[in-house]
């Protein structure tokens, strides 16, 4: 049983675009939903996070959006440039273990 | 470097044989992940630690995996008799304990069983 289902599985965008990468969940306990960015060779990179009991949290370029009714939130990238180009996992938690989406690999033309 | 820090950074080795990888976590944190990730995929638990207890392991840990953390600092995961399937990368990541706190992950070990 996959918990977390993320999609597109890839996604190109053009440069100054915005990059929108959906998730969603099964497990109502999940309290802690949390965006990782990975690049080849390299291991996950926490990029923003989002409690439950907030609807939108926004970081600069990125920002999550949050519905708890229907279980879902997703990543919005604005401006999107080519150093942006890699892959993000969605992924959420219950205060102990970290469960990932399975990827979304995401490639900005110049 | 004050990251998280996994040894080697790749591996090759041949069916049968036995593995071991280490991990060293940042300092202060209590928490000790291991996750298995395959090409195309987002990283699998395996198993948790914290401080030196394992609290808690994955199914996809079948009993040719075993994982410690003698002193609730550095964990080795090993693998014995290896089989082409383990084939992956196995990340490493600690963290604090308090609810929300940000995973640290180290760059991974590659597995490659020939």
């Known amino acids: 049983q996959q918990q977390v289902k993320q999609s597109p599985q890839s996604l190109i965008v053009q440069k100054g675009g915005i990059s929108i990468i959906n998730c969603a969940y099964e497990n109502t306990a999940f309290d802690y939903f949390p965006w990782y960015q990975q690049f080849p060779g390299k291991g996950p990179a926490l990029l923003i996070a989002?409690?439950?009991?907030?609807s939108e949290k926004k970081e600069g370029r990125f920002t999550i959006s949050f519905n708890k009714s229907a279980k879902q939130f997703s990543l919005h990238i604005m401006d999107s440039q080519p150093g942006d180009s890699a892959t993000y996992f969605c992924a959420a938690s219950k205060g102990d273990k970290i469960i990932f989406g399975k990827g979304t690999r995401l490639h900005i033309l110049p | 470097d004050t990251g998280v820090s996994q040894d080697p950074r790749h591996k090759i080795t041949k069916r049968g044989q036995n593995v071991t990888f280490r991990c060293d976590p940042i300092s202060e944190h209590n928490r000790l992940y291991w996750y298995r990730q395959t090409l195309g995929q987002g990283p699998e638990f395996l198993t948790y630690?914290?401080?030196?207890?394992?609290?808690?392991k994955s199914r996809l840990l079948s009993d040719r995996f075993s994982a410690e953390r003698p002193k609730g600092s550095f964990s080795t995961l090993e693998i014995q008799r290896t089989e082409q399937g383990d084939s992956a990368m196995y990340l490493c990541?600690?963290?604090?304990?308090?609810?929300?706190?940000?995973?640290?992950f180290g760059q991974g070990t590659r597995l490659t069983v020939v």
């Open positions: 990541a600690s963290s604090k304990q308090e609810w929300g706190t940000e995973a640290f």
């Open positions: 630690f914290q401080n030196e207890a394992q609290l808690e």
């Open positions: 989002i409690r439950p009991d907030v």
